[in-house]
């Protein structure tokens, strides 16, 4: 699943064009809808050709508002900036764009909206011109531009082409093992209790598990899961994703809170960053500064130190180390936002270098300051090798996450169908995979096939009601049960091949399944007769099991090839697995 949001000034359009994509009305709050305004953060979904569930994140684009947007953009794909043609860029657009560059979101596309209100083309070539001149030297300078109408439904397909092309490009959220939801809604819902929605990251989420909610290390399991609006037993990064949570009440919960594993992020007062400041900021930042720190949902005051400078001047770069007012469970590598409230505007952003720096830093220090270079080439552009490296981790996952898209219940890839896809040589595929193992991007299934971390085979609720019925009549039955053919049809093929998988059954032949337990009453009393007569015939395994020698002869053969018998002449005796364990 992939996650964009909306940007750009207010009445330009954004909540129109959601709802003309996807047909749900984002705006959720009575204000926002007798106002016309979007006020908080709106969502919505829709399927998009080439690219599969896109999730919609409709931000305000009010400035008494843009906190509420900051606290949904900093988990998504890309972003769509909508500007609208009779009116051309405004304050809140630029204010937007700077925000998505300090943030690192460089997939997007940009939507001229309202072109049917614009018969001057003179008038759209120049809005068009002037929306480039804004684009260039930030992560968007190569957006697509599309102009569109929504009232007339105008240029919405090449929009939405746009974005598919955008999406297929972008990076893929992999599954680190370590996942981070930071809460951008929370409420309560009557009979459920608390539900916490976010975008995930890091990791997957599964029903069950324990999380904590941090700063405040608020324990709770999770109840359920939606993607959505779809209940899911497991939720991978880079979902949009509602968890209902046990244990906890909604003030416990609230937007800011971060949902992770128990233990696993220590909250942070102090953190090293590497920070521009942009080129439209009012005035130079200063050392001891107040400023808001936004950290993806969440937002505190932060004090300034700069480390290596008098001030940094509009358009400057340098180290900060910032001293919160509250503890925030920070992450090294996240992206930042600083703004002041007064005039109200983003000033600059950067990376968080070192969340736990264990001591404030005096100014002018060269060990220091070798220190945070050191830091800040951990995040610079990597060279040849690890670029190789990243682009097969993204169309690796790109191939498993199609694969567990369309085919849920299959544990995972060959290692050579993966090795093929990825046109690799034997050497460097198995080095890959070694890293990918270690980087845990990459899970090994039981039967040696490929996965990604958070994939985990489940049996929707019908599946396991039609599995559950198929497996009561091969417990009532042991010896004379469906065959393949009619356990197929009861649970289609692919369920059959789960449970054959879990180990629910045992496809004996390619016409004869036994449940497990019945299997393993077969292999005892195998071996038992073989002990006791030194061999067993086809003949003598059908009269113990009470069975037809069609089954009987499918477990001798089974335990032949399993090497548990082997076969001589017309009867079976003790297998070399068996004699040399």
């Not at 606290?71 to 700077?98: F, S, W, Y």
């Not at 929306?131 to 109408?149: C, E």
């Not at 959505?228 to 009440?249: F, I, M, T, W």
């Not at 113990?544 to 009867?571: N, P």
Request: proline fraction near 6%.
């Amino acid at each position: 699943m992939r996650v964009v949001g909306t940007a750009g000034h207010v009445d330009h359009g954004k909540s129109s064009l959601v709802r003309a994509l996807t047909g749900i009305d984002p705006d959720r709050l009575k204000e926002e809808k007798a106002r016309g305004l979007t006020i908080d953060l709106g969502f919505a979904h829709f399927d998009l050709c080439g690219v599969g569930e896109v999730s919609l994140i409709d931000v305000p684009g009010h400035r008494d508002f843009i906190e509420n947007m900051l606290a949904g953009v900093g988990g998504i794909d890309a972003a769509l900036l909508v500007v609208a043609a009779d009116e051309g860029l405004m304050p809140q657009t630029r204010e937007h764009l700077a925000i998505l560059d300090l943030l690192g979101i460089g997939a997007g596309v940009v939507a001229l909206t309202k072109t049917d209100l614009v018969s001057d083309p003179d008038w759209l070539a120049l809005v068009e011109a002037d929306v480039r001149n804004a684009l260039a030297g930030t992560t968007f300078t190569k957006a697509p531009l599309i102009p569109l109408s929504v009232r007339t439904g105008r240029g919405l397909d090449l929009l939405q082409n746009a974005l598919a092309e955008t999406l297929q490009r972008a990076e893929l959220r992999l599954d680190r093992g370590s996942p981070r939801l930071w809460i951008d809604r929370s409420f309560s819902v009557n009979g459920f209790g608390t539900v916490v929605t976010g975008t995930l990251l890091g990791g997957a989420l599964h029903v069950g598990q324990e999380v904590e909610i941090s700063p405040d290390g608020v324990r709770a399991r999770i109840r359920g899961l939606q993607t959505n609006g779809k209940p899911c037993e497991v939720v991978p990064p880079g979902s949009r994703c509602a968890a209902n949570l046990a244990g906890v009440e909604r003030v416990q919960a609230p937007r800011g809170g971060l949902l992770t594993l128990p233990g696993s992020l220590t909250p942070t007062l102090l953190a090293d960053v590497r920070y521009r400041h942009l080129a439209s900021a009012v005035r130079p930042l200063r050392h001891n500064a107040e400023v808001k720190l936004f950290v993806g949902s969440a937002e505190t005051v932060a004090h300034v130190r700069l480390l290596a400078d008098e001030t940094l001047a509009p358009g400057a770069e340098g180290w900060l180390q910032l001293a919160l007012r509250d503890p925030l469970p920070l992450t090294a590598g996240d992206r930042f936002i600083l703004r002041v409230p007064s005039p109200s505007e983003t000033i600059g952003g950067g990376v968080l270098l070192d969340v736990h720096p264990g001591t404030r830093w005096r100014r002018f220090k060269p060990a220091t300051l070798e220190r945070l270079y050191a830091l800040t080439n951990g995040f610079a552009a990597p060279d040849a090798a690890e670029a190789q490296y990243r682009a097969n981790l993204q169309q690796m996952a790109r191939l498993l996450t199609v694969l567990h898209a369309t085919e849920p219940l299959r544990t995972g890839l060959a290692p050579e169908t993966l090795r093929s896809q990825l046109k690799l040589e034997r050497a460097p595929f198995k080095s890959f995979i070694t890293r990918a193992q270690a980087d845990h991007a990459l899970l090994t299934a039981p039967d040696s096939a490929f996965a990604l971390p958070s994939h985990v085979p489940r049996l929707t609720a019908t599946q396991q009601s039609a599995a559950n019925a198929l497996l009561l009549l091969f417990t009532q039955t042991p010896f004379a049960p469906p065959n393949v053919k009619d356990a197929e049809r009861a649970v289609t093929g692919a369920v059959l091949r789960f449970l054959v998988e879990r180990g629910d059954l045992v496809q004996l032949s390619p016409d004869v399944l036994l449940a497990s337990a019945a299997y393993a009453q077969a292999v005892e009393t195998v071996l038992y007769q073989i002990e006791r007569d030194g061999k067993i015939a086809i003949a003598g395994l059908r009269d113990a099991l009470g069975t037809s020698r069609k089954i009987a002869q499918a477990v001798l053969e089974y335990m032949d090839g399993a090497r548990l018998t082997r076969r001589d002449g017309d009867t079976h005796v003790i297998g070399e697995r068996r004699t040399n364990p």
